[in-house]
């Protein structure tokens, strides 16, 4: 076993699909938010494990004001919105309701970057702001050969 990695409950080969399969995705949203699309997620720390997976565009925080706000101030921006919410239960209803009120204003929500995310990560965690610690681990665990989102 290559020194510096833990010990692993599954063959190497599994590690590093899961992290080239994660990393195309997080490849996709990446475009989506530097062309312009909105992100919204659930707090701080969720802001601060994207910005360090590399995301730059504008963020929106769903949880620190009222829903209704944060709904205003999206749709006054006329952006595409990825809602990206944590994959537990109060994630699943803040997104639900957050793609009802924009949609019913006309916004263009992107629900399957969460959903696809979701169902990749799930097993191991159970939100965005554990996102890069994961993504850390997993490239740890695969080598340096995955290195870049």
Known sequence: M?????????????????LELI?????EMLDHSNNG????????????????????GDIELATHR?????????VDTGKK??????????????ASKISEDLRYFGIDVDMNMRER????????????ESLYSYVAKLRKIAGSSHQAV
Do not use: C, N
Request: without cysteine; positive net charge; hydrophobic residues 45%.
């Open 37 to 56: 699309d909105l992100i919204v997620v659930e707090g701080k720390r969720d802001v601060i494990s994207l910005r360090k997976l590399g995301f730059q």
């Open 2 to 18: 290559p020194v510096g990695r833990p010990h692993l409950k599954a063959p190497l080969f599994v590690y590093q699909r899961k």
């Open 66 to 74: 009222p829903l209704t706000e944060v709904s205003a101030r999206i």
């Open 81 to 94: 919105v990825m809602v990206l919410t944590d994959w537990d239960r109060r994630g699943d209803l803040l």
């Open 23 to 27: 990393e195309e995705l997080l490849e």
């Open 117 to 128: 995310l979701s169902s990749m990560v799930k097993k191991e965690i159970k939100d965005v």
